[in-house]
């Protein structure tokens, strides 16, 4: 159920040629996993556990290079926060506990489409219950290159931003207001979903993209841009509707 935001995701590249995976390649894994649990003399239970696991390519091509490069960066930066975080120190009743631990990150699937390549993982966020948000990364298959938003879209932030939020809303098709298939947001009877404190949070809250053969796609983490009933948000928007703040070297390639 926690996870249920993929089925989303492998909507918008529903159509694909059959190639949209690399799986022939050979691949290891950066792997982190811990489990901890300890019952307080009060009764209480106190637990927590993350998980790490980033992908590494055999060979010495373009895109392995960027792709082992990058999740190498990662996996050492989340694995000196899970270090950092597990200070111990004297708790009220003089036992040894653990403060705080570091962020967990996993991927989950991975899409091979029009020279771009995406790979899915899930970040655990914990509140008043626990989510995996979605978190999509992209790069050039050719170049291996980590495609940020600056490759994407033209012009200022400060011009496309607005543009882009107006667009979801417009525009925007989501499973979250659309029943059992994507429909438009603006469609929907009661709108919940509001992209303006997205927007105000700034762009990074659009870095998870998606190019898919059905539009543009965003992914939300939980309460970004609905209410937390909504739980995780897949949105996507022809890439008709997104041409005019689209660079028109991205626009050829999703659009050929």
Not at 2 to 18: F, M, N, P
Not at 80 to 108: H, P
Not at 118 to 138: A, K, N, W
Not at 239 to 244: H, K, L, S, W
């Amino acid at each position: 159920m926690y996870l249920s935001w993929l089925y989303d995701v492998y909507e918008a590249y529903r159509g694909a040629d059959g190639g949209t995976r690399i799986e022939t390649r050979n691949r290891q894994w950066l792997e982190y996993h811990i489990d901890l649990s300890a019952a307080l003399d009060d009764g209480a239970v106190y637990w927590h556990s993350n998980e790490i696991k980033l992908p590494q390519f055999s060979g010495a091509d373009p895109l392995a290079a960027g792709v082992n490069r990058h999740y190498r960066e990662v996996y050492d930066s989340l694995l000196k926060e899970e270090r950092a975080y597990q200070e111990e120190y004297a708790a009220w009743d003089g036992s040894s506990c653990i403060d705080r631990f570091g962020t967990g990150l996993v991927m989950e699937d991975e899409y091979l489409w029009n020279g771009f390549y995406q790979v899915v993982l899930s970040r655990r966020s914990i509140g008043s219950r626990v989510f995996y948000d979605p978190v999509v990364e992209t790069f050039d298959a050719e170049t291996g290159e980590l495609l940020g938003l600056e490759a994407l879209f033209a012009g200022e932030e400060e011009a496309w931003l607005p543009a882009l939020a107006g667009l979801l809303a417009e525009e925007g098709l989501s499973r979250a207001v659309g029943g059992g298939g994507f429909g438009r947001i603006a469609e929907h009877q009661e709108p919940m979903i509001d992209f303006a404190p997205a927007q105000e949070l700034g762009a990074e809250v659009f870095q998870s993209f998606m190019l898919t053969p059905n539009g543009l796609g965003f992914a939300f983490s939980t309460g970004l841009a609905a209410p937390m009933c909504v739980g995780e948000l897949i949105v996507l928007v022809p890439y008709e509707a997104a041409a005019g703040i689209l660079k028109p070297e991205i626009l050829e390639r999703v659009t050929e």
